[in-house]
């Protein structure tokens, strides 16, 4: 069905806060004005499945890409699948290599390539939005009593359709993978001295010790992604009682969030117990320092355990520059991140297990109970990505064994 109104380019995002909170993007056209199909899809395809704000924009933004290059190239995309001509091969990865490129340089010409994730997952978003317009128009051909010409076009289409799909995510390869690992023992020890309030090497300022101590406390003793810590309620910790806990929920268009760029969860909501120390360590931090009026006014109006300096919750950007105080401590590697500390805590957790009696810990069970310590589905195989040291330290201990039983050997021979 064409569109009443010409919705004239170059397109663009919008982003509208509804209520209670939700965030949400809208495609509008050069005159501001929002085009048709594309919202539609956003609506029923993206929105709908409950998708993280994050995600519905990243989606919608390569939606716009596409249309913006099929404008500069005098193509319709409405039309080409409403015929089911789609696009030629070349066509096809002429706007592959378009979804390649950062649309922030656009007015400069100097266009930045994104990570291959990141491009394939552009590729897959434009591949889902002519898959579904596409499907529509085929399920008019697909009538019990069709005609051999209209099972035949169908035939065609769908034939048309695979292959533009399949062209258009042929290629990318895949990022250059690094060697992913959490921090060594020397490491650790040099991160935990350096987190300690009053600590000779502790680069923040006083009154910023404490919180800094009990945010990054948290991140490694309970492995949780930067985003979950960043959206803990004080309702959310349970540290006095003889059983402390910390509760992880996933909290999308959360009405008391006010950043801009609200923190997401990507894992499933779980409760994890807590330590008597670290219990103690966020009680004090919640008691003691966070509600003092002179320390972090403001910090009492919103719900939120960790809060920036003027009380408001805080946002992704003060930790990653927490993250930069720390890097630069003696020490302590310059590839610290929050998310390096989740690799650190499956090591450290990998280490507890291997001390364990094997007929004590099956290998079947040791995967569900780091699933659900990480939030994973409880069949995912996320585990061995988050690891590798561990595993690169066993391999090494065994090729040494496996050396010294040939030295041995020589030696007798």
């Not at 913006?68 to 096809?92: H, P, V």
């Not at 930790?319 to 310059?334: H, T």
């Not at 409880?378 to 690169?392: L, M």
Request: overall charge positive; aromatic content about 8%; proline content about 6%.
């Amino acid at each position: 069905m064409p569109t009443p109104y010409s919705e004239p380019r170059p397109w663009r995002l919008k982003t509208h806060e509804m209520l209670p909170g939700e965030r949400i993007v809208t495609v509008v056209d050069r005159v501001g004005m929002p085009v048709w199909w594309a919202n539609l899809f956003h609506a029923y395809e993206v929105r709908d499945a409950g998708r993280a704000y994050a995600t519905q924009k990243r989606t919608m933004s390569a939606i716009v890409i596409a249309f913006n290059w099929a404008a500069e190239k005098g193509i319709d995309i409405e039309e080409r699948i409403a015929t089911f001509e789609f696009f030629s091969y070349a066509e096809t990865k002429n706007l592959q290599a378009r979804l390649r490129y950062d649309a922030s340089g656009e007015a400069t010409g100097h266009r930045r390539p994104v990570g291959n994730g990141y491009w394939d997952a552009r590729c897959r978003a434009v591949r889902d939005y002519v898959r579904w317009r596409a499907g529509e128009a085929m399920q008019r051909l697909a009538r019990p009593d069709a005609s051999d010409a209209s099972a035949h076009l169908y035939a065609m289409a769908g034939d048309g359709l695979d292959r533009f799909c399949e062209t258009l995510l042929s290629g990318i390869g895949r990022d250059i993978e690094q060697d992913v690992m959490g921090l060594d023992e020397e490491q650790r020890a040099a991160l935990l001295q350096a987190i300690t309030p009053g600590s000779e090497t502790n680069p923040f300022e006083e009154r910023h010790q404490y919180r800094n101590f009990a945010l990054i406390l948290t991140l490694y003793e309970i492995g949780a992604r930067n985003g979950e810590i960043l959206g803990l309620k004080g309702r959310d910790l349970h540290a006095l009682g003889p059983a402390p806990a910390v509760e992880i929920h996933r909290r999308h268009n959360d009405p008391d969030d006010t950043r801009s760029r609200p923190p997401a969860s990507k894992t499933k909501a779980r409760r994890l117990p807590i330590s008597g120390p670290l219990a103690h360590v966020l009680s004090t931090w919640m008691t003691g320092h966070r509600n003092k009026p002179g320390l972090y006014p403001g910090a009492k109006r919103n719900p939120y355990v960790f809060v920036s300096e003027l009380g408001r919750p805080i946002a992704a950007n003060t930790v990653e520059s927490i993250f930069i105080a720390l890097r630069q401590v003696e020490g302590i590697p310059d590839w610290l991140t929050a998310h390096k500390l989740r690799h650190t805590f499956n090591d450290r957790l990998s280490e507890m297990m291997d001390g364990l009696p094997e007929d004590l810990l099956r290998p079947a069970v040791e995967t569900r109970m780091r699933n659900f310590l990480n939030g994973w589905s409880p069949t995912s195989d996320q585990g061995e990505h988050y690891r590798k040291r561990f595993v690169q330290t066993k391999a090494h201990e065994f090729l040494l064994k496996l050396q010294n039983l040939s030295a041995q050997g020589a030696a007798r021979s």
